[in-house]
């Protein structure tokens, strides 16, 4: 069991540390890539576990990438799977950013290093959308005319409203916590 338990959380180590190294654009960019690592590949979680712990990452304060690496370290390994994703999702960004943040005279100005980080834009941009793609057809599969409203609502409220997205999650949560408490009524009935 120990030998075990110590292989999940080097993998748990060794993925995060990874998607953390090469995930630039921000925390959403990362939620794709832990799906593809911990449901697609590894067959740890699925589909609507990766959802919920998405939904609870976006939820909790912080940065969404050490979120997403707590929650799916403790699913998969308790504390000590915590330990050891937070490690691996805040060890790369920290060194990366100690490196630029010495030579950030000589990278301001440079036109090469402009143009990579336009590059890279677009890039992040393509991420992000497939990451929309991915959790919205999940949605639409599951058919719920619930579900379907609260995120046509919750696209057209931030969307062309500019409605502050705290605000779209906490009618959601609410909403959420609403449903169930009908539904628990219903079956006591």
């Known amino acids: 069991m120990r030998q075990m338990n110590r292989k999940i959380l080097s993998k748990i180590f060794l993925s995060t540390i990874y998607l953390s190294t090469f995930t630039f654009g921000g925390g959403y960019v990362i939620v794709t890539l ?22 609870i990452a976006q939820s909790s304060p912080g940065a969404i990438a050490v979120n997403g690496a707590i929650v799916v370290g403790y699913k998969l ?22 490196v630029i ?39 639409v599969k599951q058919k719920d005319p619930l579900l379907l409203l609260l995120m046509a609502a919750s696209f057209v409220a931030a969307y062309f409203y ?13 909403a959420g916590i609403c449903r169930t408490i ?3 009524l219903r079956n006591e009935a």
């Open 34 to 55: 832990l799906k593809k690592k911990f449901v697609d590949e590894l067959h740890w979680i699925d589909q609507q576990e990766m959802l919920d712990l998405v939904a």
């Open 77 to 98: 390994a308790g504390l000590p799977g915590v330990f050891c994703a937070v490690l691996g999702a805040v060890i790369p960004p920290f060194v990366i950013l100690t």
């Open 101 to 139: 943040s010495f030579c950030y005279n000589a990278f301001k100005n440079n036109h090469m290093i402009q143009a990579m980080l336009n590059g890279m834009t677009a890039g992040v941009g393509a991420v992000i959308l497939s990451v929309v793609y991915d959790m919205g057809s999940d949605v």
């Open 162 to 174: 500019h409605v502050n997205v705290i605000y779209i999650i906490l009618a959601a949560a609410l």
């Open 182 to 184: 009908i539904r628990k």
